[in-house]
């Protein structure tokens, strides 16, 4: 007989599938993104030292992650439904319990838009502001506008046919990263060489060409250059990909759990007094000390969890009482909700 696998098990399926689909959605968007770049438009406003008209041309809208939308709103269902699948189909009493997931109700379109719409400002406003940091920095060095262009929107890549390598999609640190990674290989210093060898993203196949021109003391060839930044850059956004896929998941499915809980108790199936919410850390070294001294704790439903930083959160990675990214990116906690359904009976 096979096994029945427990909501916890669930729910970290659940996070590992959607957590590759929303990183998928993300990166179909940036190649939307800059297969819709209009390189000549680009190059000529970067000429005329327009840094807007530039960026315009980029087309780095809020439409393009509809797909990534699309794919959190679906994680948000499957985790409510997933909740109210592990229920028990009957109380203590014997009355039966008829509880389904409504993803259309007020409370969870409401998460769903304001979540949604804050992600996606978030990821634009970011990649305008590292393109506009990047953009400077060209046109101060008098890099050549198409080379400029180039670099911030990749160059296509013969066999797949998209572009590659630019500097579109990275937060603002990550495009600081590539430039300054460019800079040390352009340096000709040894020290500044060094430190690019130290550079954990960066591509290891490039390391025997700067660690001889180290020993030699050679200019690192140009060709070099450019091929081992657009690696880089294209690890980094793989990166950020990943990081946006994990949390954007995690954040739909524990708060999809929580809203299959609410909806139970505002139906009138289960009384708020029965319902208890327990911290459940990952249980490794890799878990935040914040939130390994919550592991175990229960507060009720209405209860916040407040880690030892002062961090209030109805569950992991909630944000909507003001935890910060320092308590949310990369969690891989989890909430058991445990119902008593003779909590009114005693």
Known sequence: ??????????????????????????????????????????????????IEDAIAAMHID??????????IREAYTEGGRTAVSGLPSRQADGTALVIRFNGRNRVAENWLRDHSSDLI??????????????????????????????????TINRQSGKREGGLLGLSGPQEGYVRNARAELASGDPTALRAYLGR??????????????????????????????????????????????????????????????????????????????????????RVRDTHRALNGDS???????????????RFPLDTSLGAGAEETINCRCDAEYRIDFLANLR
């Open 200 to 285: 954990t993203k960066r591509d290891k196949r490039f390391d025997r060409t700067i660690e001889r021109a180290i020993r030699d003391e050679t200019p690192v060839p140009a060709e070099t250059i450019g091929k081992a930044t657009a690696s880089y850059s294209n690890r980094l956004l793989k990166l950020r990909g990943d990081t946006i896929g994990r949390v954007e998941a995690l954040s739909a499915l524990q708060s999809a759990k929580h809203e299959a809980y609410r909806q139970a108790i505002e139906s009138g199936q289960i009384a708020e007094s029965a319902v208890r919410k327990v911290w459940r850390s990952a249980g490794d070294f």
């Open 121 to 154: 400002t978030r990821i634009v406003d970011d990649q305008r502001q590292a393109v506009r940091a990047a953009l400077r920095d060209s046109m101060e060095a008098g890099v050549n506008p198409r080379t400029a262009a180039l670099r911030i929107v990749g």
């Open 1 to 50: 007989m096979a096994k029945t696998r427990t909501q916890a098990q669930l729910f970290a399926e659940l996070a590992d599938r959607y957590g590759l689909a929303v990183a998928e959605a993300f990166f179909r968007a940036m190649d939307d993104i800059k297969g819709a770049a209009e390189i000549q438009r680009i190059t000529a406003a970067i000429e005329a030292g327009q």
């Open 62 to 71: 809020a439409e393009a992650y509809d797909g990534l939308l699309d794919t």
């Open 299 to 313: 507060v009720a439903f209405r209860e916040a969890f407040v880690t030892p930083s002062g961090a209030r959160m």
